[in-house]
């Protein structure tokens, strides 16, 4: 065998490599894509309902708030100190009723959704790539244990993508490099 034949065989298994790398990683992304869905969809499952729950709350107690101080201003039969005691109480409750949500870890707007399934894709994203911004987190039991086992799985399987795309890449750039460095030796040998 000729060294031009070598060189050529070579070549011909780092393409067989190349593709065989690529195909293994599109597979593997495509599960890392999954893995990712379903956790943003059991993310907002089991944090959405809590969120759900204490925003309908305060939305509810808003709600009779402003609906008790209509009614009150509007009655003819109550003295102004009655209807300013009525409006106190309710302001009292819906103060309450706020600041529960805020110790349960509601703190956005109560028309905003902190758990949104866009939300839920970052966060099972900053869970496999260990970077953790931590502007979102599970306040529930449930979701903190899905948060163990989510980065329990979640880690290996985001390690070994990268793992495979620094493959990828490495095998490219040395295909790139042995084929400029080969039509030197190629027009050099003939």
């Known amino acids: ?20 790398t690529i195909r293994r990683f599109c597979v593997r992304l495509f599960i890392l894509y999954f893995f ?17 729950e204490f925003k309908c709350g305060v939305k509810k107690v808003r709600r009779d708030f402003l609906d ?15 209807w300013k005691s009525l409006a106190r109480r309710r302001l009292l409750k819906f103060e309450e009723e706020l600041h529960g949500a805020f110790e349960a870890g509601i703190n956005s707007y109560s028309g905003q959704k902190s758990w949104s399934f866009l939300n839920a894709i970052f966060y099972a994203i900053t869970i496999m790539t260990t970077i953790g911004y931590g502007h979102i987190t599970p306040i529930t039991a449930l979701g903190k244990l899905l948060t163990v ?7 290996p399987i985001f390690s070994i993508i990268l793992g495979d795309a620094t493959k990828v ?7 790139f490099l042995t084929r400029n460095g080969d039509s030197g030796k190629l027009s050099y040998i003939c």
């Open 1 to 20: 065998m000729t060294e031009i034949d070598s060189i050529v065989a070579e070549r011909t298994h780092q393409k067989f490599l190349l593709r065989a």
């Open 36 to 52: 990712t869905v379903s956790g943003a969809f059991l993310f907002r499952w089991a944090e959405g309902m809590r969120e759900l």
């Open 68 to 82: 008790t101080l209509w009614q009150g201003s509007q009655s003819s039969y109550m003295k102004e100190e009655d």
């Open 149 to 155: 086992l989510y980065a329990l799985i979640g880690i």
């Open 169 to 175: 890449i490495s095998r490219g750039i040395k295909l």
